[in-house]
């Protein structure tokens, strides 16, 4: 009686966006957590993860999961126990994996009365995504949507939404390097091309060059103080010493 995703290759790649979104929290909970597939996965993002199965033997194969992987910071319930775990724990992190239907109203009225700061929405179904989230924005903003093919060539999408609490949200943006002053965004008027200095600390700017502009760049001979001549194999006044008129050629007997 337990879910599990069929398409494990894929799967894997799902846990690995939830993990990445996923920061370091004291406290975790997973509702719709299954087997524990996700709990197991995250396992190291957190003190403590706790999840929340209705069906009993979902949570007894999630309990025995745990003990195989090592997971003493992972325990796994049978009730629908979301409402208490926020009155008695600080939970920083929910993790849901709804079936199709969605979150039902009493699991979104719990989320909008807790504190928890950030949420991780898995859904298989676009059309109730968009339905929860219009409900969880009041207290809510998304900060970004990962869809995944599931299934190949069918209708079938998964998406996790990271979700962050309005008065936790912070938006990220780039300061200079003056730590005393506030934010300051760059405008045209300050940009300043990088350029090369010449060796001379106090110097004006120069750009490199191998040679000075009253010289142009030539090939000399050996000679130092003779003037510019072009490389040439043989001089002018002596001719070719292959083939002459005064001796034959003895390559043919003449």
Not at 54 to 83: G, P, R, T, W, Y
Not at 134 to 141: A, H, I, N, Q
């Amino acid at each position: 009686r337990s879910f599990f995703q069929l398409n494990t290759k894929q799967s894997v790649n799902l846990y690995n966006v939830v993990k990445d979104w996923m920061p370091r929290s004291k406290t975790t909970v997973e509702a719709y957590s299954g087997i524990g597939a996700i709990s197991l996965f995250v396992k190291d993002k957190a003190e403590e993860i706790i999840g929340v199965e209705s069906i009993q033997d979902a949570v007894d194969n999630a309990n025995e999961n745990a003990m195989l992987n090592h997971a003493d910071n992972v325990s796994f319930i049978c009730e629908d126990a979301l409402a208490h775990l926020v009155q008695e724990k600080e939970v920083d992190t929910l993790i849901v994996d709804p079936p199709r239907s969605g979150l039902d109203d009493t699991m979104k009225e719990t989320i909008l009365k807790s504190k928890i700061k950030t949420m991780i929405y898995v859904s298989c179904n676009p059309a109730t995504l968009a339905k929860d989230l219009g409900v969880l924005k009041k207290e809510y903003r998304i900060v970004k949507i990962q869809p995944l093919d599931m299934f190949s060539q069918t209708p079938h999408v998964e998406s996790v939404t990271l979700l962050v609490r309005n008065d936790d949200y912070k938006p990220r943006r780039r300061f200079d390097n003056r730590k005393n002053r506030d934010y300051k965004p760059r405008r045209d008027g300050d940009f300043k091309p990088r350029r090369r200095f010449d060796d001379k600390k106090d110097g004006d700017f120069k750009p490199k060059r191998r040679f000075e502009d009253d010289k142009p760049r030539r090939r000399f001979d050996d000679r130092k103080d003779g003037d510019f001549k072009p490389r040439r194999r043989f001089d002018d006044d002596r001719g070719s010493k292959r083939f002459t008129d005064d001796k034959p050629n003895r390559r043919y007997g003449k």
